[in-house]
Structure formats: C-alpha cells, structure tokens
C-alpha cells in the first residue's frame, strides 16, 4: 500500500483535529441554551409581552426627533416662494431655501 503525504506537518493537523472536535462541543452546547431560552418565553404570559413591548414604545417617543420648529430655525421655502422681506434699509429672512437654490436679493424670492 502506497504511503500517502499531507499538505500539513503533523503539528498543524493535530491542531485543526483539536478546533474541529471544540467547535463540535461548543455546536452541541448551543442548541440546548437555545432550546431554554425559547422554553422561557413560552411560559411568559402574552399580556406581560406586550405592556413592555409598549412601556419601549412610550420610552423611545419621548427620546424621538421632536418636529417642532427650534427657536433659532427657520422654516423651509418652496422653489419660487417669498424667503425674504424687504423693510426700509433692513432685509428680513422669513424662511430658508431647499438645498440647490438661494434666496434672490432682488427679487426676494427662492430660486
């Protein structure tokens, strides 16, 4: 019988033999803790679920983006609206153009 040669020095195979059989074991010990968790959540009642599915809810609406306007923002112009009022020497901003256009000095109006 023909002696067969490995690509890998003995010491290599030994290693991957030794992280083949750990990732064997870890893989079984896996599917237990697995099977305990979903175990644990039926025995939880439906109601319990969802009074904290809500509690979350509640929590992340009070930490949301408020849509209020800001002191300090103006408000966004339509392409074509007045942006701008003229009152003797002074020139008020009464809203910000969308992103693309600029407010026309003369004419006072976003394009």
């Known amino acids: 019988m ?6 890998l020095p003995p ?4 290693l991957l033999f030794a ?10 010990q896996g599917e ?3 099977q305990e968790l979903a175990l644990e959540y039926d025995t939880l009642p439906p109601n319990s679920l969802a009074a904290a599915l809500e509690e979350m809810l ?7 983006i408020r849509l209020q306007r800001r002191v ?5 112009c339509d392409v074509g609206g007045r942006c701008a009022m ?3 020497p002074r020139i008020g901003k009464l809203c910000d153009c969308l992103r693309g256009t600029s407010c026309n000095s003369f004419l006072l ?3």
């Open 2 to 7: 023909p002696k067969v040669r490995s690509l």
């Open 11 to 14: 010491g290599y195979r030994a």
């Open 19 to 28: 992280l083949c059989v750990c990732l064997l074991i870890r893989g079984g």
């Open 32 to 34: 237990d803790s697995g």
């Open 58 to 64: 509640d929590y992340n609406q009070d930490k949301g």
């Open 72 to 76: 300090g923002q103006l408000p966004w």
């Open 86 to 88: 003229k009152r003797g």
């Open 109 to 111: 109006r976003c394009y």
